[in-house]
């Protein structure tokens, strides 16, 4: 049992998790003083004979403040959570110059179309990796990604990326990767029988790692 | 102008008529006969929804090795005893299912609404009797449909309870046609038998108030009720229009959710969540109006700010038109929408908040009787907590990122339903059981059930945050697929021999619940010396309630008032300098 979240690794895994142990924090007082005070209650107004309970029917006062508190709150968690989804999700929130791939789910597998060398998708050395993504860390990349039967959705928990991919809408989908390594890729929403399994790996090279890489794949050498 | 809802046969006299006992208790127009109908149906499925959990623990449990048991399922299930993926889809879609629409929906309005709406506001039975025979006898076919979807060719619908078009809308992508559609068909069923019962309810409350018993001194479980029958009498709709519509892409070959010939797939999810959310409170108020009362009678205290609570579950019944985008932070929606539905939904755990720390309210420097309604009531405030705080985490579009549909969601759907709905709904059971049966429950057996329930409850459920926190996927088949999931294999272990005994424990349960039936010590009228005017009348009530009807004086909540010696006031009870209450705006024989 843990609520220490695994190790984020984007840009805005930072930002992400921080709002998280905020909400931590401040649902673990709310716990605390909930259960304790029920806790409390319990023990200490337990039926004894001879006792009345205290005829009251209710405080105003009390109430506006347990009104006021959660109100306050909510609406902090709120302000701060939406400044930072604009960042990450927001219309206009892809960095200039993302590296871009072309992203085609089906069930159950992934393709992942990488730009060649020339590291512009739509020329002739394109190539196509099946549930293989390769890219460069430190540089923003952006998915465009398209679902050719049903609903899935791309799921990088490392990264913190979580998007469902709708046939007909597609979605656009950037991050920028700080550290090197192989993450895995999920799909997080049902899409049949073998949803359990629509599993992908991440590699995530140096930049000269991924140019050399690159150079060993295009032209011809592709998985497709 | 009330009369004329009360068909003639109820009116006047409550000494029965000599019926048949097809007509006394099959097809019975009695609301308590009703009520304990929905009362038995909606058990069956709880029991059997249930046992589908229990297999899915199984193979997440132990993945892959044969399930005890297993060999009695046919190939197309269970080959060799090992669930198949498209059966675990099933599995986990029924279990969704007949949870939320067989088990918790009718167990809280089915049941409760006929049962207690007449009974506590002085009404010889509901305003339209015949109705509410047609309600219950139209759940049974669509229960019957339901179950039927398990033998058919291509397996049961496996698209989960939310049934996300184009995988639902066509059997090209799961292999199952017959399943999907008997679902489909068997869901927008159910939904008439709800509005006919809403319409009912609604009526009733409106019209039948006995003399005296204004809006104001309504039982928070009436105010309850009266409030999750508008949700239905608007929601249910919208839910069988979508499920028309989806039924008409899988057979006559419309694309409304098919984006392949120019449909909509999300606009199977708003329609859906537009019900949806709506629905979620469907389940959780009527849990808190029974909640409201127990708490009361258990403390032998008022309802802490009475007002405060009557407008929380108005204003959660309102705001909860405008959230249902939460569930769709990461489909792709707009995503300043997002943002709005974050900020309404953040509003809506205000009147949640309120009505938690007025049940504390009321708890505080009460005289708590632990009854075994009691526990479960206070053990229902303490889950509901829990559930509400980590809606605020997936609330937060932004941290929803991460934890939408994972093991998260799973724990906080689980946190409100079962922790708070079902916990509620055992409390409801055991408090008004006396009155239904005319027979006590053994509290020894209600004790061992509650504490059993409640210790494997939590150990079941409460790591399941932690599954979620660690990325866990919900609705995957076999988690040992994925590398960065193996570690949390133990844990999914644990979870799964809690559930076993979780779902044992209910025997116990049974069993009390059955022996009562049979040798149960004979309840007296008032049993729990409670205010509410079921109260007032013999346990159980013979037909048409009560000889005369109510007159009502005061409050619901009267416990430990200082003008009498007992620590209960009575809504019937006429005080000296009580005046008689006027039958305007009452039930129209007052
Ligand atoms: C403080 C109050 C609550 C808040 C803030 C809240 C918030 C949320 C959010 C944001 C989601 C969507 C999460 C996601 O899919 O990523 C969700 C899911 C859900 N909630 Fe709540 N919730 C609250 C109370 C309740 C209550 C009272 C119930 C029912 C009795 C409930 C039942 C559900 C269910 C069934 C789902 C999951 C539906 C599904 O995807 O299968 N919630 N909740
Ligand atoms: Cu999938
Ligand atoms: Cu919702």
Known sequence: MSWILPEGISTFAADIDLIYYWILVITGIVFVVVEGGLLWFVIKYRARPGRKAYYIQGNTKAEIIWSAIPAVTVVFIGLWSAIIWDDIKGRDSVPEGSLAYDVRAEQFEWHFTHAGVDGTLGTADDFQLRNQLHVPVNQPVVLNATAEDVIHAFFVPALRVKQDIVPGLGAVIWFEATSTGEYEIACAELCGMGHYRMRAMLTIHTQEEYSQWLASQSPVATAE | ?590
């Open chain 2, 1 to 590: 102008m009330a009369t004329s809802a009360v068909p003639l046969e109820h009116s006047g006299h409550a000494e029965a008529h000599e019926l048949s006992f097809i007509r006394k208790y099959i097809f019975s127009t009695d609301h308590k006969i009703i009520g304990i109908q929905f009362l038995l149906f909606s058990l069956v499925f709880l029991l059997v929804g249930g046992i589908l959990a229990t297999m899915m623990r199984w193979q997440l449990g132990f993945p892959n090795e044969p399930m005890p048991g297993g060999g009695l399922f046919p190939e197309t299930m269970a080959p060799g005893g090992i669930l198949l993926p498209e059966f675990y889809n099933s599995l986990v879609t029924m279990h969704g299912t007949l949870m939320v629409f067989f088990a918790i929906m009718p167990l809280l309005v089915g049941v409760f609404g006929n049962y207690l709406i007449p009974l506590k506001i002085g009404a010889p039975d509901m305003a339209f009797p015949r109705l509410n025979m047609a309600s219950f006898w139209i759940a049974v076919p669509a229960g019957l449909l339901m179950v039927a979807g398990f033998f058919v060719e291509g397996g049961h619908a496996g698209a989960g309870w939310t049934a996300y078009a184009p995988l639902s809308a066509d059997p090209e992508w799961t292999g199952v046609h017959a399943g999907q559609q008997l679902w489909l068909l068997s869901l927008a069923i159910i939904g008439l038998s709800s509005i006919l019962g809403a319409t009912n309810y609604i009526t009733t409350v409106v019209n039948l108030r006995a003399p005296g018993m204004t809006w104001f001194r309504l039982p928070l479980s009436i105010w309850a009720l009266f409030i999750t029958s508008i949700l239905v009498l608007l929601a249910i709709p919208i839910l069988s229009g979508a499920a028309i519509m989806l039924y008409f892409d899988q057979t006559i070959g419309t694309h409304f959710f098919d984006a392949t010939d120019g449909g909509q797939p999300l606009l199977w999810q708003h329609l859906f969540w537009y019900f949806g959310h709506p629905e979620v409170y469907i389940l959780i108020l009527p849990a808190m109006g029974f909640v409201s009362d127990i708490i009361a009678n258990g403390s032998r205290k008022p309802v802490f700010g009475y007002d405060t609570m009557v407008w929380a579950i108005v204003s959660i019944g309102f705001l909860g038109w405008v959230v249902w985008g939460h569930h769709m932070f990461q489909s792709g929606m707009n995503p300043t929408l997002g943002t709005v539905f974050m900020i309404s939904t953040f509003f809506i755990a205000v009147p949640s908040a309120i009505k938690v720390f007025n049940w504390m309210g009321t708890m505080w420097r009460g005289n708590i009787r632990f009854h075994v309604p009691m526990l479960h009531a206070v053990a229902f405030v303490a889950m509901f907590v829990i559930g509400g705080l980590s809606g605020v985490f997936m609330a937060s579009n932004t941290f929803d990122i991460y934890i939408h549909d994972t093991y998260f969601i799973v724990a906080h759907i689980h946190y409100v339903l079962f922790g708070g709905s079902l916990f509620a709904i055992f409390g409801a059971i055991t408090f008004w059981y006396p009155k239904m049966f005319g027979k006590m429950m053994s509290p020894l057996l209600g004790k061992i059930h509650f504490w059993l329930t409640f210790v494997f409850f939590n150990l079941a459920f409460f790591p399941m945050h932690s599954l979620g926190i660690g990325g866990h996927m919900r609705r995957i088949y076999d988690p040992t697929q994925y590398e960065f999931l193996q570690p949390l294999q133990p844990i999914n272990k644990f979870i799964s021999i809690s559930v076993f005994i979780l779902v044992a424990s209910q025997i116990f349960f049974a069993i009390a619940f059955i022996m009562g039936w049979f040798n149960g010590e004979k309840a007296g009228e008032n049993p729990w010396e409670d205010n509410g005017l079921e109260w007032s009348t013999p346990s159980p009530p013979p037909h048409g309630n009560w000889e005369k009807t109510p007159h009502v004086y005061r409050g619901p909540y009267e416990f430990s008032s200082p003008l009498v010696e007992e620590d209960y006031l009575p809504q019937f009870k006429k005080l000296d300098g009580d005046s008689e209450p006027a039958a305007a705006g009452g039930n129209g024989r007052g």
